[in-house]
């Protein structure tokens, strides 16, 4: 819903490519992986206003066309149609939909190994957390000798 109305399908394209770019770092990631211009998402992101139509001069913003769209859906391994399906009632993030798609890229045993690695991570979460906040912190300096003299010596 916007503002108590019905998302149109291209502001529902809008608000997904804001989404996935925003998960996949930058709209330039996803437009080099799809083959597109970044200027292209940059404007449709924006909301740039196209030139005037001739005839009545209205101005419409920029929209993610359907071409565009499928090769965006190709290059990042989303279901097809990704961007016109409601998905409101899913509540699932770009970064999971992104996952979803790599995970079906592997073949079947390395699937079983991921869905290995996750269950186990998820199961024991507070430790994994503590081992990458240790992994992250920078390294002290080994501590040198110390070779004052003491007195009385």
Do not use: H
């Not at 196209?50 to 913003?61: A, E, H, M, S, Y």
């Amino acid at each position: 819903m916007n503002n108590g109305r019905m998302e149109t399908s291209s502001e529902r394209r809008r608000r997904k490519l804001t989404d996935l770019c925003a998960a996949s770092g930058s709209y330039v990631a996803v437009a080099r992986a799809a083959g597109l211009s970044p200027v292209y998402l940059d404007q449709i992101i924006k909301g740039v206003l196209l030139p005037p139509k001739q005839g009545d001069g209205t101005r419409t913003p920029r929209t993610l066309g359907d071409t565009a769209a499928r090769a965006i859906e190709g290059a990042l391994a989303l279901e097809r149609g990704w961007f016109d399906n409601n998905d409101l009632d899913l509540e699932m993030t770009p970064r999971e939909i992104q996952l979803i798609g790599y995970f079906r890229e592997l073949d079947i045993r390395s699937q079983s190994l991921v869905l290995e690695y996750v269950r186990d991570a998820a199961s024991r979460q507070v430790e994994v957390q503590q081992q990458i906040a240790a992994a992250l912190q920078p390294k002290a300096a080994p501590a040198l000798p110390n070779t004052r003299a003491r007195p009385g010596r």
